[in-house]
T-cell receptor, first 114, second 115 residues
Framework: AQKITQTQPGMFVQEKEAVTLDCTYD???????LFWYKQPSSGEMIFLIY??????QNATEGRYSLNFQKARKSANLVISASQLGDSAMYFC???????????FGTGTSLTVIP | NAGVTQTPKFRILKIGQSMTLQCAQD?????MYWYRQDPGMGLKLIYY???????DKGEVPNGYNVSRSTTEDFPLRLELAAPSQTSVYFC??????????????FGPGTRLTVL
């Protein structure tokens, strides 16, 4: 079974609107971390936001927030007030406390329309 | 503080040639990783290391070898290059454990073409 599933290959959003990128995960480990990365067309991987499995509140970092629903095993990224510079690939990832690897999803390509 | 550095940035190889992709980090991270990213695809783990002298296979290790003689360096060796190894290669590092301080830091990538 896939550890991380991103079901939206491509998304479009109007500039200044909010957008939600979906991510579901699969683990039996009670302790884990969830990460979102951005990859612009230039190719580098940029860390955006982190959510720990025991965190009581949803993580927020500026215009990024993580909608963490533990029972549903989902960790959706919400980008508010989209900007043209948000156009990029977005990857969801997970790391289990018992493991050494990061598991990445297949990514979602976000295009912000002016 | 350079973070994770990779050399070279670009390389073209002929089929059957060998090469080493260099990766170094200056953050004293125990964990280091090698990924490949094919066009329009996600990351696939090739090899990883949890410390000097310790390496383990990831999802797609065939055709590659690694070594970890120091904490800082984690070179990836391609033997007998094949067109299927055309990809962008990312090296990454992280601290031990699961917390907000332990995200992966990525290098800028090496774009490899095998013709």
């Amino acid at each position: 079974a896939q550890k991380i599933t991103q079901t939206q290959p491509g998304m479009f959003v109007q500039e200044k609107e909010a957008v939600t990128l979906d991510c579901t995960y699969d683990t039996s480990d009670p302790s884990y971390g969830l990460f979102w990365y951005k990859q612009p067309s230039s190719g580098e991987m940029i860390f955006l936001i982190y959510q720990g499995s025991y965190d009581q509140q949803n993580a927020t970092e500026g215009r990024y927030s993580l909608n963490f629903q533990k029972a549903r095993k989902s960790a959706n990224l919400v980008i508010s007030a989209s900007q043209l510079g948000d156009s990029a690939m977005y990857f969801c990832a997970m790391r289990e406390v018992t493991g050494n690897q990061f598991y990445f999803g297949t990514g979602t390509s976000l295009t912000v329309i002016p | 503080n350079a973070g994770v550095t990779q050399t070279p940035k670009f390389r073209i190889l002929k089929i059957g040639q060998s090469m080493t992709l260099q990766c170094a980090q200056d953050m004293n991270h125990n964990y280091m990783y090698w990924y490949r990213q094919d066009p329009g695809m996600g990351l696939k783990l090739i090899y990883y290391s949890v410390g000097a002298g310790i390496t383990d296979k990831g999802e797609v290790p065939n055709g590659y070898n690694v070594s970890r003689s120091t904490t800082e360096d984690f070179p990836l060796r391609l033997e007998l290059a094949a067109p299927s190894q055309t990809s962008v290669y990312f090296c990454a590092s992280s601290r031990t454990g699961v917390s907000s301080y332990n995200e992966q830091f990525f290098g800028p990538g090496t774009r490899l073409t095998v013709l």
